[in-house]
């Protein structure tokens, strides 16, 4: 499919330059934040009940996994408001153009961590307690709150977005994710860039700020670590920045060869089956380990967790990509052959997440119109009873979707396999194996 | 500054204040009283002032599991606290004193533990004092062993009872001072004169029993039963209820069961009077509650009522 | 052949595997009861198995707090307080895999409080697994096929 270019439209272009639609979507989601920052502090104890939890681990991660990354890739980020309030004081201004001297020590975030190292563990650090995470409130408005001064914080010591780009446990993923995404932020025409005097989409400009994400768009060719905040777009002089809308996964028809992002790969794969084991698994001793954070039965928990996402299914897919007679590249063909596994992680969190959602959708209603569990009725919704929704559709569309992230894995691999100049059958079967599993664990 | 940046400044204050202060300003003003399990601190807060004649008006939720609320000695209807939801409540005390709240739905092995007061204030123009209860002015020992020498060999019948009785004087019997303080066995020794068989006796003693309570307060019995003895006596009695092997364990180590009300050495050497004790007091060294200030007397003779009826085979 | 006939021979073969209706063997329906217990969070036991056309009972006993049982798929639910066995009957009369979960919040992990009741074969995932090696099929078919248009072109 030919890419379509969004922003050939004058009305979207402009109403993406324009900085008021922006502000006010931001403002809202940062009012939003913050009150379930405070639900969760203040409201009711029981999850169930609280907005906090509602909101954040039923709401938000449905849209965010079931439509932001799988059709906008990193739109969500385009939204989020965690950088928001560090990333005003850093500019010293909501809307003013950019004082030529940074107001804060600005510096540049260190080389040995300019990976996504950082985003692979503080994913795990939440995926260990998650299932104290997602059932107490205190414990999720303590977790937002760090979040979002860690993040005023490091905006305080560095420059640009550095907790969106190298800590953010949803970064991590959301960046791996967003390069099978149907959108794209590219530039129009290279040579443009290479004669552009300045670069002002990324060191900024009278019109707006170098990119906060420390990319420079010319030399984008992957969706990963673009955020789609258009600061880029409003400083161009060459109007040459495009968002288009483009065929499913163009961006692993290049697929890249860093070995953080393949674990993160392998991060997301194993925890998306560890997650349909314990939480919707008929299995009470494995929930009592995962919950009772701290007890020796959570440590062996964490420990063959830990293990299974970073000795288990690695070295099973070193198999793989092992070929005797060209040890050398065996990098380059693990991290290749690695990005078989985007999409098939991303349908095993699509299909997980289907059934967790589909259960205790029925909660965001009452939590609406009660969020602190103060006994309000906003709108007379508050007495639903529970009851999931979708069931008899729910098997078939795991079974979809499950299906099809193997039919989608299976091509990547044949593409991968190409560039790495290797066979795919091994890798294929890898995700025939797995897929095998998360279905027994689902259905 | 430009106006456009004070604008969106003063939006993004806005804004922000809204979402901290709404939630706070509501919650400080709501005045919930929260129930958790007892291993987590039970009712709070667990004493709550109110004057009588005025209404008393309470905002109940559960931070937890499912519990209840009902005041004690006022035969009140219960109601549901759920967890995250807001139960509201109004209730109107005549007379000034100090009346006991407590979880109505098993919370935990310690869920009789779940009990609050309520401090009534006001002119008390006629205080009378708390009557004695009837094991106190018989002079009952509670703590002293009550076992019956002599056993039906099967369960007794009421209705051979019945037509037994009818060549018996059985009315001395059927009456509430005789029925509360003497015990099954006391009865079939006052019936040893007759000269019928042992068996038979029991019989007419199953008959005298079941003649001292009614129908409606077996099944009133049964539903306080279930309520709350069957957690820990057992659904049919027998001791062995969910938690009768959780209860706190005593000095000597010994795990304290809770008492098989089906054994008939046990019951049948017991009065109402002395069942009425060991309900309204408790303890004796055992994991059992005290329910002086939350069954009203007519409930604690229902409750006893039905409890005798495991041991004979009413109609 | 094609690439747009394998495709549709694929689909086709998708679809049997996916709706072809199953020999089923015909076990002469009985009468089960299963007493569960139920605690935080988890039930035990916690995996049930009955034939199609069962009448299933299931005593549910609460251990330490009010629990509910909820069938999915079923829509069939009873909720118990410690010391008052609830009883819940009905017909298994569709067959598959459906879990069990607490409908009352029982705590923290309620929403996780689960359960499995298989009646009769779990079909439903058999079918999937068919549908992944037709899936696998059809993608090294097609991928050879188009691989080989390519081929003839140039």
Redesign the interface.
């Known amino acids: 499919m030919t890419k379509i270019e969004l922003t050939s439209h004058t009305f979207i272009k402009s109403a993406l330059k324009n900085r008021y639609p922006q502000l006010v979507v931001l403002v809202v989601m940062l009012a939003g934040y913050i009150f379930a920052m405070m639900a969760g502090l203040i409201g009711t104890p029981v999850g169930s009940h609280n907005f906090s939890i509602v909101f954040v681990w039923i709401a938000w991660w449905a849209i965010l996994i079931l439509f932001a990354v799988p059709f906008f890739g990193r739109g969500w980020c385009a939204v989020c408001p965690i950088p928001l309030p560090g990333e005003w004081l850093q500019r010293g201004a909501i809307l003013n153009p950019p004082n030529k001297k940074p107001k804060w020590s600005n510096l540049r975030w260190p080389k040995f961590l300019r990976n996504i190292w950082l985003q692979n563990i503080s994913f795990l650090l939440l995926a260990l307690f998650s299932s104290v995470l997602l059932t107490t409130p205190n414990v999720t408005g303590i977790i937002l709150a760090a979040m979002l001064f860690t993040a005023i914080a490091l905006s305080m010591v560095f420059e640009r977005r550095s907790f969106c780009r190298y800590l953010c446990p949803v970064g991590g993923f959301v960046g791996l994710y967003s390069q099978t995404a149907p959108i794209e932020l590219r530039v129009k025409d290279k040579q443009a860039c290479i004669t552009c005097d300045g670069k002002p989409c990324y060191n900024g400009s009278a019109n707006g700020y170098g990119c906060p994400w420390d990319v420079f768009p010319g030399g984008l060719t992957r969706n990963t670590y673009c955020g789609l905040c258009t600061e880029c777009l409003r400083t161009c002089p060459n109007d040459n920045i495009a968002i288009n809308l483009r065929s499913f996964a163009s961006d692993l028809e290049k697929p890249s060869a860093r070995l953080d992002e393949a674990f993160k790969a392998f991060i997301m794969l194993g925890s998306a089956m560890i997650y349909a084991a314990v939480l919707l698994g008929p299995w009470g001793a494995l929930k009592d380990a995962a919950y009772h954070v701290g007890t020796s039965a959570w440590l062996i928990y964490a420990a063959v967790f830990l293990g299974i996402v970073f000795i288990l299914l690695p070295s099973l897919f070193a198999l793989c990509a092992f070929r005797l007679e060209n040890f050398n590249s065996f990098k380059k063909r693990f991290t290749t052959l690695s990005t078989a596994l985007i999409p098939l992680g991303l349908m095993f969190w699509v299909a997980f997440s289907l059934s967790f959602v589909f259960t205790n959708a029925s909660y965001i209603l009452v939590s609406l119109f009660d969020p602190l569990g103060l006994g309000w009725n906003l709108f007379g919704t508050v007495n639903i009873v529970w009851q999931p929704i979708l069931t008899p559709i729910l098997a078939p569309a795991q079974t979809l979707v499950l299906v099809g992230g193997l039919i989608w894995s299976a091509r990547t691999a044949l593409k991968a396999s190409n560039e790495a100049k290797t066979s795919s059958i091994p890798v294929i079967i890898y995700c025939f194996v797995v897929t095998l599993i998360m279905l027994w664990l689902l259905l | 500054?430009?106006r456009?940046?004070l604008l969106?400044?003063l939006?993004?204050m806005a804004?922000?204040l809204?979402?901290?202060g709404?939630?706070?300003f509501?919650?400080m003003r709501?005045p919930?009283i929260h129930a958790r399990?007892a291993e987590n601190g039970g009712w709070s807060p667990n004493v709550i002032q109110a004057e009588a004649g005025k209404p008393l008006h309470l905002?109940l939720?559960?931070?937890?599991?499912?519990h209840g609320f009902a005041v004690g000695q006022m035969d009140m209807q219960s109601v549901d606290v759920?967890?995250?939801?807001?139960t509201?409540v109004t209730l109107t005390f005549d007379k000034p004193g100090t009346y006991t709240f407590y979880c109505t739905?098993?919370?935990?092995?310690n869920?009789w533990r779940m009990r609050g007061t309520i401090e009534v204030s006001g002119s008390s123009l006629d205080t009378e004092p708390a009557a004695v209860p009837l094991y106190v002015s018989l002079g009952l020992n509670v703590d002293a062993p009550h076992d019956a020498p002599i056993v039906p060999k099967e369960i007794p019948s009421a209705i051979r009872g019945e037509q037994l009785a009818t060549d018996l004087s059985i009315a001395q019997f059927v009456n509430p001072d005789f029925y509360r303080a003497n015990s099954p066995y006391q009865t079939f020794q006052d019936l040893s004169s007759t000269g019928l068989g042992d068996s038979e006796i029991w019989d007419a003693v199953s008959y005298i029993w079941q003649s001292n309570t009614t129908a409606g307060s077996l099944v009133n019995g049964q539903k306080l039963f279930?309520?709350n003895?069957?957690?820990?006596h057992g659904?049919n009695g027998a001791g062995d209820?969910?938690?009768a092997d959780k209860l706190p364990i005593k000095v000597d180590s010994m795990m304290q069961k809770p008492a098989n009300l089906t054994d008939p050495v046990r019951m049948l050497g017991a009065s109402p009077a002395m069942l009425q004790g060991k309900i309204l007091r408790g303890g004796m060294g055992t994991g059992m509650p005290s329910w002086g200030s939350i069954f009203t007397e007519h409930q604690i003779w229902d409750l006893i009522a039905y409890i005798y009826s495991f041991q004979f085979q009413y109609h | 052949m094609g690439p747009r006939v394998s495709l549709l021979l694929l689909i086709m073969a998708g679809l049997v595997v996916a709706f072809a209706p199953l020999p089923v063997r015909s076990i002469p329906p009985q009468t089960r009861t299963f007493k569960l217990d139920a605690r935080q969070f988890a039930y035990s036991p916690s995996e049930l198995t009955v034939n199609q056309g069962d009448n299933v009972t299931i005593q549910l006993v609460s251990t330490d707090v009010v629990h509910g049982l909820y069938i999915d798929g079923y829509n069939v639910s009873v909720q118990a307080d410690p010391g008052q066995t609830a009883t819940l009957t009905f017909i298994a009369d569709k067959p598959g895999s459906f879990r069990f979960r607490c409908n009352i919040t029982c705590g923290a992990m309620h929403p996780f409080m689960i359960g499995k009741l298989t009646v009769g074969e779990n079909d439903w995932l058999y079918r999937s697994i068919g549908l992944s090696v037709v899936a696998l099929a059809g993608v090294f078919l097609l991928t050879k096929q188009q691989a080989q248009i390519h081929y003839d072109k140039d």
């Open positions: 500054m430009k456009s940046e969106s400044r939006l993004m804004g922000i809204l979402a901290i709404v939630p706070l509501f919650w709501t919930l399990v905002q939720t559960s931070d937890d599991v499912t759920m967890p995250g939801k807001v509201d739905r098993w919370c935990g092995v869920h279930a309520q003895c069957a957690a820990c659904e209820g969910v938690f």
